[in-house]
């Protein structure tokens, strides 16, 4: 038996329930009689919905039918391998749910060695070898590619990437290696590091063939045949592939620089699997492949047993498992049909929620205000953007006609919204209005109608109290911007029902949104946890700290923006608000900041200047340095950190002993799609575990061990 079968001997028994992908080999003959080849096709037995993965019993698969061509090639049989994927599906990488029930450095060693002695073979046959990158591809599904000689690519294929980096890992069988000596380390740089860090973006077909990672692009009805007509020709020698010659000078230390730099603008050192994986695209520029998959071995065992990849993989559990099955949702059977749409307001926010609503649902979407010409900017908003659309070749004419056919603004809602199944109000952040608008709605909406509110801080219960049927009232709280951030706080008041928070959730699910079902409690999860984050920062900055300290100490959590430039984004005179409506609440734990209230006196849009000279790096505004009162107690960056996460941890605590949501999961379910806190965190709670913030401030930590840590 040979080590590598040993190793994933070993490995299978430690993941008793992997889905296993089986490798195929059948045998066809080329045309132009280009000879006998072997293909190897990757498939799990299920359709395209649970895609293709390589755990310890799939690579010991592909193994033996390595076993099988390299023997054909070897006795002259066959004159070219090449292997491919089920239907949409070329193969998604390594089965996580193996990775995080292992408990050893060696067993995480077993892994990465497992996989590369695999793979490597099939460089070593000795006849030519092809991938046919039929559909979705990503990590270990990219990397056996990469150990061909030739490939080609869909121009249908939807998503490919290197996502490892994004998670916590390193691309670990072959990519860090492989790719930066295929088309140079620049491109490399861009795949492995920067989409990865940018929220995990795919590549199309096109793109994999621009890039030079593959030779040849074919369209999607045809590809497999296109592909092996290709083949017959480069066997022939009709076809010679040329590649460039790849820079190993100064270009390749200045790509991994970049690397460097888009690393520490995303994460601030506090995650360690990009470094991990520029240290190894540095490395690669002597070409020695080996020394590569051995340094590929050792950074993904350390990973593994790391707790950054464990948060990794808990947050995308919770974002592709839990949001698709919110907690606490009322049985589907319960929701109502929605064929048409009311929005009260038309506004930039009411505006947004329009075509959201249009584009998904697909039903008339009726828009009102207090006066026809904001109406008619409504609607106006609302084509623009349909016409973009259109631009962009998202959509053909006859559907951007059909959309912009289905919305409509009027002045009387009755007329509007006499036979509306769900109705929205975005309107001004006050409960007396809001209460006003819902009397106006429930006077002239039918009996079924839902009335959702996309308050962000106001009670639901208190908003609902004045009516008839306070019953059908239901807190739908989106985040800006609409289109981009997939969260969706479902809010029960008190009076709610079941059948109108189930329409809810199924609204929510047609809207492609992750939905969170919250208890009516003030501001919620996201803008509760923000604003004791943001007033920690604010008090520390009128204790006497200076901005920049403040800003700086709370970098290591690698959030997407800083606190301030945060506040700029949602606006000083929001944040000031939802911190007085927190204040009224929780006046011992919220403050009212007199300094972020002087600068929203001032009419100032943040703290900061921007500007061509200074790269347009935030400086602090010297009319608001003007304006800044502060005492004369000065923290160092690692106190401010302290203070703020132990005021976070305290608010979590608080919030779950609450019953806000069912569990610490649905917390970081709605940092990271409502506010975009990252993956390598695992939202919020598994870092205040590992830091030891948890037991400091509550006494206890917030998951069991190995939910989102290496299992005990």
Known sequence: MSTTAELLKGAAELFPDEVVTSAHVRHLDLPFGAGRFALITLDNGFDHTKPTTFGPQSLANLDAAIDQVEAEAAAGDIVGVGITGKPFIFAVGADLKGVELLKEHKDALAIGKGGHEVFKRLAGIAVPTFAYYNGAAMGGGVEVGLHCQYRTVSAALPAFSLPEVFLGLVPGWGGCTLLPNLIGADKAVS????????????????????????????????????????????????????????????????????????????????????????????????????????????????????????????????????????????????????????????????????????????????????????????????????????????????????????????????????????????????????????????????????????????????????????????????????????????????????????????????????????????????????????????????????????????????????????????????????????????????TVSPNLAAVVKAGKRGFYVYSAENGFKPELDPEVAALLKQGDSVLTEEQVRDRVLDAVAQEIGLMLDEGVVAEAQDIDLCLITGAGWPFHLGGITPYLDREGVSERVNGKKFLAPGVASVPA
């Open 191 to 590: 795949v492995i590091i920067e989409n990865s860090l940018n929220q995990n973006k795919q590549l199309k077909g096109a793109q994999v063939y621009e890039l030079g990672i593959a030779d040849a692009l074919f369209e999607g009805a045809d590809f497999l045949e296109q592909s092996l007509l290709w083949t017959a020709s480069v066997l022939k020698g009709e076809i010679v592939i040329d590649r460039p010659v790849i820079d190993r000078g100064e270009a390749w230390d200045q790509a991994v620089a970049r690397g460097r730099f888009i690393a520490d603008s995303k994460v601030h050192g506090a995650a360690p699997a990009a470094y991990r994986a520029l240290d190894i695209i540095a490395a690669a520029k002597n070409g020695d492949l080996q020394q590569g998959y051995d340094a590929e071995d050792v950074a993904l065992a350390d990973l593994i047993m790391g707790g950054e990849l464990r948060s990794g993989i808990y947050a995308f559990n919770l974002v592709q498992k839990r949001g698709k099955r919110p907690a606490g949702a009322p049985d589907k059977s319960l929701a109502r049909p929605v064929t048409k749409v009311g929005v009260v307001g038309a506004g930039l926010m009411a505006s947004q929620l329009a075509l959201l609503f249009l584009r998904r649902l697909e039903v008339p979407v009726v828009l009102t205000d207090i006066d026809q010409e904001r109406v008619d900017k409504g609607v106006g908003y609302v084509h623009a953007e349909i016409e973009k659309l259109l631009g962009k070749g998202r959509i053909n004419q006859d559907k951007a006609n059909r959309l912009k056919a289905l919305v409509s603004g009027v002045l009387d809602k009755a007329e509007g919204f006499s036979d509306a199944d769900f109705i929205i109000e975005a309107v001004f952040e006050e409960i007396g209005v809001k209460q006003t608008v819902f009397a106006e709605v429930e006077a002239v909406a039918p009996a079924h109608a839902i009335l959702a509110t996309n308050t962000s801080s106001l009670s639901v219960t208190e908003m609902a109290s004045k009516l008839k049927n306070p019953e059908r009232v239901v807190g739908f709280h989106f985040f800006n911007p609409v289109a981009i951030l997939p969260l969706l706080e479902i809010v029960r008041g008190e009076q709610t029902d079941d059948a109108s928070l189930a329409t809810a959730f199924g609204v929510a699910k047609k809207l492609k949104k992750t939905a969170v079902l919250v208890k009516d409690a003030p501001a919620f999860v996201v803008n509760r946890i923000l604003t004791r984050f943001m007033g920690e920062i604010q008090n520390v900055i009128d204790e006497g700290t200076p901005v920049e300290v403040a800003e700086k100490a709370v970098e290591p959590l690698g959030l997407p923006m800083s606190p301030l430039v945060l506040l700029e984004l949602v606006g000083p005179a929001i944040g000031l608000h939802v911190s007085e409506t927190l204040n009224r609440a929780f006046p011992e734990r919220f």
